[in-house]
């Protein structure tokens, strides 16, 4: 198929996209990098090609460190902690992204797909949070809307290390790369009602109550049903949030969270050229 971009006209960018995503489930990254460079020799001038390089950038998988803590992207190699985080099934129900029915099977389907997915395609990125070399609990920006520059925020560390430093690391950490790697306006969250715990340590952090959904969900060890908390936080009340750039400011971190980038409201779409 790559002798069909060869050509000096211009590329069809969806039959490019689906091309360069096989390439990074069968080759790796680096092969798909490599051809995408090529493509982009031939064609200088096309924006969407440009936009693909920008959206294949190491940035979106390299390991994040903040203070104590490490975000690695989820990936294969992270099977075993994941698949025991499913099987923990009170912490991981908290979580509200992993499906009960989960198989192992699944599980290494999800983490290679999560390995290799472009940001706009899957609207959702995923890390686990290490503590050194110890994994201590997950990350996530799921249903991530460019258009309206939204996403949703899921974390969870442990119970060993839920009421530690760690946990205001990893909040900076994702924040950090949501307003500024992302560009977003608005972090969300949907928090158990009976969970408030996690609902008063973000209200902490900034965040703000929007509303309460009403029997949002399903519980299927009450066997009720339960309401839904629903929290927010802006763009520039986290710019403006003293404890959390007082901390920003005291934690050794990558300058690339520093920096802020801005996206099309419609990324990937097919621009002309």
């Not at 923990?88 to 999560?114: G, M, V, Y």
């Not at 969970?195 to 959904?213: D, I, P, S, T, Y």
């Amino acid at each position: 198929m790559s002798e069909a971009f060869e050509t000096t006209v211009a590329p069809d960018m969806p039959g490019v996209r689906d091309w360069l995503a096989r390439l990074r489930l069968q080759k790796g990254l680096d092969a798909a990098r490599q051809a995408l460079h090529m493509l982009r020799l031939r064609h200088p001038d096309h924006s969407g090609m440009q936009e693909l390089v920008d959206w294949h950038d190491v940035l979106w998988w390299q390991p994040l460190d903040f203070g104590g803590i490490r975000l690695e992207r989820r990936a294969p190699e992270h099977f075993e902690f994941v698949w025991s985080v499913v099987l923990n099934r009170e912490f991981s129900a908290k979580l509200k992204h992993i499906p009960e029915a989960l198989t192992p099977r699944d599980l290494l389907q999800a983490l290679t797909q999560d390995q290799t997915a472009l940001l706009p395609d899957s609207r959702s990125i995923q890390w686990v949070v290490f503590k050194g070399e110890q994994p201590v609990g997950l990350a996530m920006f799921v249903n991530i809307n460019f258009r309206n520059r939204t996403a949703e925020h899921i974390m969870g560390l442990l119970p060993a290390h839920d009421h530690s430093f760690l946990v205001g690391d990893a909040y900076c950490a994702t924040l950090l790369f949501a307003f500024h790697c992302l560009g977003l306006n608005k972090v969300q969250g949907l928090i158990y009602a009976s969970n408030q715990a996690v609902a008063e340590q973000q209200e902490r952090l900034g965040f703000q109550r929007e509303g309460l959904l009403r029997q949002a969900v399903w519980n299927e060890a009450r066997g009720s049903y339960e309401d839904l908390v629903q929290i927010a936080l802006l763009r520039e009340d986290f710019a403006r949030n003293r404890v959390l750039q007082r901390h920003i400011s005291r934690q050794p971190h990558q300058a690339l969270l520093d920096q802020a980038r801005d996206w099309p409201r419609f990324p990937l779409s097919s621009a002309p050229g």
